[in-house]
């Protein structure tokens, strides 16, 4: 019995792991802007293409992300990076659309 314990709680364990990560990056990049400059500029774009998307704070920066019914969630990560902060995509499948990528490219200057 002890022993079914540890296996469930090791798979409980497992799956919030994998709920605080957005999968593989598909890009990143950097800008001069601080986290919260560049989300600033950011979630409001994303809001306009996907009226659902949302902000998190994370350690050293935000989570933004913009819910899909269809494919995987697109995330865009921005942390504090030297000077300025890097900003990673995680993007939710290849039916996805590049609007979001775009808005956030724009943000970067």
């Given at each position: 019995?002890?022993?079914?314990?540890?296996?469930?709680?090791?798979?409980?364990?497992a799956s919030l792991i994998g709920?605080?990560?957005?999968?593989?990056?598909?890009?990143s990049k950097l800008t001069d802007?601080?986290?919260?400059?560049?989300?600033?500029?950011?979630?409001?774009?994303?809001?306009?293409?996907?009226?659902?998307?949302?902000?998190?704070?994370?350690?050293?920066?935000?989570?933004?992300?913009?819910?899909?019914?269809?494919?995987?969630?697109?995330?865009?990560?921005?942390?504090?990076?030297?000077?300025?902060?890097?900003?990673?995509?995680?993007?939710?499948?290849?039916?996805?659309?590049?609007?979001?990528r775009q808005v956030a490219r724009?943000?970067?200057?």
């Amino acid at each position: 019995m002890p022993n079914f314990r540890i296996l469930i709680c090791s798979t409980l364990a497992a799956s919030l792991i994998g709920c605080a990560s957005p999968g593989n990056p598909t890009g990143s990049k950097l800008t001069d802007k601080t986290p919260e400059e560049y989300a600033a500029c950011v979630l409001p774009k994303w809001l306009a293409v996907a009226p659902h998307a949302w902000q998190k704070s994370i350690t050293n920066g935000y989570r933004i992300t913009a819910p899909s019914a269809v494919t995987s969630d697109e995330v865009l990560e921005v942390v504090e990076y030297h000077d300025g902060s890097r900003a990673t995509f995680y993007k939710g499948s290849f039916l996805s659309g590049d609007k979001l990528r775009q808005v956030a490219r724009e943000c970067l200057d």
